[in-house]
């Protein structure tokens, strides 16, 4: 079901609280809204944290008949307080919390009375990150991995809340003093879900924050999901939202696609035909696979009908390869880790020495090609700012088709579900308004679900 949402204009929207802590005595407190020249609050499926990126007018009587950077004093890793709203009233900052801490200071111009001051503001486990390594060894499934470095009391030890698609495969490994983020990326690449992928033919996650808390969710869950709002776009100016066509929920105030199909680009990365050359450096054992994507189209879940060059309906067949393992545009080398870090006690380990502890044939390619064919389709749209929208939502789009007259016929190519990979809530003194980067892995519209 779309979920239908009252649209109002783009007028400015309301920062009601922006408040810095001193790391010195937190009883010292600023608050930055009367001050405030510009706002912008990002998440991003390819962000492990979110980001706010804020300008304010620092003036000589801001505290203590001094300014924040000299009274508080600003330094860096202070703690901010944030909470705003769209004209919908949408709140950010309301429940939970949103709590912010001061990354980076950029002082952009100073005057006798007062300077302009740029803040990047990043989550707690951005700054926690720095700091811990992961140590210890991990035995059974990835996102039980996922679940405790984030949770544990050693690691991150977030209490934000947390969306950990259930994995298929076990994998045991080292943490080898890697970063607790660098760590849980790294497993992503690796991982195959238990509800949306099936092993052989899909794989690969997405890690990354929004208000709602951290997520790790696979490609295909991604795809997989309802709309949250169904939006479209005209060429009639309408910033108002006052001339929404029936059934939608909000109008487009610009679209740009940016669906630049670079064959050789797409060929490189082995996108739709990777081969896979396995060998175990133990028992000599040598094999070629080659994965290929229409081959796994049908178990796969889209947001499009057809995916780009792996489609029969689609793709020049003069520049087929005929031959068992023949069709391929990249290929890869793995040496199979048969018998590395087995779980158990000393006999289970001995008896467990001759399985692979990755399955390079089942996952690697799989992944590789996923996460290429997520980005097939892309577009960036900018609408009067929607709060209740995080990165990682599917949204539903038209626009008109191409004709010699105008039509009341939608786009049948590009049109249809999107998956928003990077989102920024941005208030200005004109205006409040939400810009999102979106993708998909597939070209076509969907049959609509009866």
């Known amino acids: 079901m779309v979920r239908q949402v009252a649209q109002k204009s783009a007028d400015p929207g309301i920062v009601e609280q922006l408040d810095i802590y001193s790391n010195v005595d937190e009883s010292k407190t600023v608050s930055l809204v009367g001050g405030l020249i510009s706002f912008s609050y990002i998440e991003s499926i390819m962000s492990d944290t979110i980001k706010v990126n804020l300008s304010f007018s620092d003036s000589g009587d801001s505290i203590d008949g001094k300014t924040v950077t000299e009274g508080l004093p600003l330094v ?10 769209d004209n919908n009233e949408n709140f950010i900052g309301d429940k939970p919390q949103l709590v912010m801490y001061v990354n980076k200071i950029t002082n952009v111009g100073d005057r006798t009375q007062k300077s302009t001051i740029n803040l990047e503001l990043v989550s707690k486990e951005y700054i926690l990150n720095e700091k811990i390594r992961v140590t210890q060894r991990f035995d059974g ?9 984030l949770t544990d009391q050693k690691y991150l030890k977030t209490e934000k809340p947390l969306t950990v698609e259930d994995t298929v495969n076990e994998y045991n490994f080292f943490g080898n003093n890697k970063k607790s983020f660098y760590t849980v990326t790294w497993l992503s690449k690796k991982a195959v879900s238990a509800e949306n992928q099936k092993l052989g033919q899909s794989a690969g996650f997405f890690f990354y924050e929004t208000y709602d808390g951290f997520f790790f969710k696979s490609i295909d869950g991604l795809l997989s999901q309802e709309p949250k709002l169904k939006l479209i776009y005209t060429e009639t100016p309408d910033t108002s939202g006052a001339n929404i066509p029936e059934g939608y929920d909000h109008k487009i105030l610009d679209f740009q696609k ?3 199909v670079n064959v050789q680009d797409k060929l490189k990365m082995g996108a739709f035909s990777t081969r896979t050359v396995l060998f175990d450096p133990f028992t000599c054992f040598y094999e070629v696979k080659t994965p290929n994507a229409e081959e796994s189209q049908d178990s796969l879940k889209m947001g499009g009908k057809n995916l780009y060059l792996a489609s029969e309906e689609l793709r020049n067949k003069e520049f087929d390869i005929p031959g068992a393992n023949k069709e391929f545009s990249r290929t890869q080398y793995f040496l199979l880790d048969s018998g590395t870090a087995p779980s158990g006690s000393s006999d289970q380990q001995i008896e467990k020495s001759a399985e692979e502890n990755f399955e390079y044939g089942q ?7 996923r996460y290429n064919q997520l980005y097939s389709m892309r577009s960036s749209i900018t609408i009067a700012g929607n709060f209740t929208l995080r990165a990682g939502d599917a949204i539903y789009i ?3 088709g191409l004709q010699k007259e105008r039509t009341q016929e939608v786009d049948h190519k590009d049109g249809g579900l999107y998956i928003i990979t990077d989102i920024c809530h941005q208030l200005t003194s004109e205006g409040t308004y939400t810009r999102c980067n979106l993708a998909r892995d597939s070209f076509g519209r969907k049959p609509k679900k009866r």
């Open 76 to 85: 860096g890793q202070e703690k901010v307080v944030i909470k705003f709203a």
């Open 141 to 149: 499934k990835i996102s039980d991995h996922v679940q405790k470095i």
């Open 258 to 260: 940016s669906n630049n």
């Open 363 to 369: 996952i690697a390619n799989q992944s590789n090609m």
């Open 398 to 400: 038209d626009s008109p």
